[in-house]
């Protein structure tokens, strides 16, 4: 396994949402865990649901974990 997860979701901006990015490529911002779901879903992750999300070791979590998504 990489030593840096394949995906990267930043810290909230001071509008709110996070930028995410998906081996090495920004794919846009999520404003929920709902839309990072989506992001993972068009990327391939067809399967995953918000649970497996929240839980993945795939992604690396910047200034708050999944449940925070307002500066």
Do not use: C, K
Not at 32 to 52: I, N, Y
């Amino acid at each position: 396994m990489a030593s840096n997860p394949p995906v990267v979701v930043y810290p909230p901006t001071e509008t709110g949402g996070r930028r995410v990015r998906i081996d090495g490529t920004i794919l846009g911002t999520a404003y929920s865990l709902r839309d990072l779901t989506a992001f993972l879903q068009s990327a391939g992750l067809q399967g995953w649901d918000e649970l497996d999300v929240a839980g993945s070791a795939l992604i690396e979590w910047r200034g708050g974990g999944p449940d925070t998504w307002e500066h």
